[in-house]
């Protein structure tokens, strides 16, 4: 079974600083992973997605994610922070389930940026 | 803007009253999901279906039914309503041609009193 570990439940930045939210992974073959967030009141957005090749995905906002099938993670990381990139981050793992694309989530990290 | 439409919004409804969430998707993708999202266990899945005509069980569809009359809508009824059904609904849509790249709605909050 797959499944998804987010161990920080709630991170706090101060802005411009640099910014990594963890993520551990278990599934038995290459995972397709994923990075969503989420505002207050507001729906999931795509940020960055793996599904193979170069194990250092850039997504939106200035966002990157970077594989590592070693330690089984999908850190997210971006090296300055703005205000408006505080939010809750999930991270994901996918495969193709008993006929569907079976999508897993994480428990989410709330990020706070503080001035 | 194309994208997914969830109505209501929020919604107070009485333990044992029947509740249909709306979902309409105007982007012609095949497959859609219904999640809901509870404090500390993420998102879990209720139901989906990967074409019109065709649905199928998530991980937690007890008490839960959905219909895939057309593409483009995807209802998720409750049929008698009980309090742990409290939660905030999301639908989901995604294409076959990009495969697990989710487009969400700005989901339903629901309170079963």
């Known amino acids: 079974a797959q499944s998804v570990t987010q161990p920080d439940i709630h991170i706090t930045v101060s802005e411009g600083a640099s910014l990594e939210l963890r993520c551990n992974y278990s599934?038995?073959?290459?995972?397709?992973l994923f990075w969503y967030v989420q505002s207050p009141g507001q729906g999931l957005q795509l940020l960055l997605k793996?599904?193979?090749?170069?194990?250092l995905v850039q997504g939106i906002k200035g966002f990157e994610a970077e594989f590592k099938r070693s330690q089984s993670s999908f850190n997210l990381r971006k090296p300055s922070v703005h205000w408006s990139d505080a939010a809750e981050y999930f991270c994901?793992?996918?495969?193709?389930?008993?006929?569907?694309?079976?999508?897993?989530f994480g428990t989410g990290t709330k990020l706070q940026v503080i001035p | 803007i194309a994208g997914i439409t969830q109505a209501p919004t929020s919604q107070i409804l009485a333990a044992g009253r029947r509740m249909t969430l709306r979902c309409t998707q105007d982007?012609?993708?095949?497959?859609m999901y219904w999640y809901r999202q509870d404090l500390g266990l993420g998102l879990r899945l209720i139901h989906y279906?990967?074409?019109?005509?065709?649905?199928g069980k998530g991980e937690v569809p007890d008490g839960y039914s959905v219909s895939r009359a057309n593409t483009d809508d995807f209802p998720l009824t409750l049929a008698s309503a009980v309090p742990s059904q409290t939660s905030v609904y999301f639908c989901?849509?995604?294409?076959?041609?990009?495969?697990?790249?989710?487009?969400f709605g700005s989901g339903t909050r629901l309170t079963v009193v």
């Open positions: 793996y599904f193979s090749g170069d194990t």
């Open positions: 982007m012609r993708h095949n497959a």
């Open positions: 599934y038995g073959a290459t995972p397709y």
């Open positions: 989901a849509s995604s294409d076959s041609t990009d495969s697990y790249g989710y487009t």
């Open positions: 994901a793992v996918g495969s193709n389930s008993g006929g569907y694309q079976k999508v897993t």
């Open positions: 279906s990967n074409t019109a005509g065709t649905t």
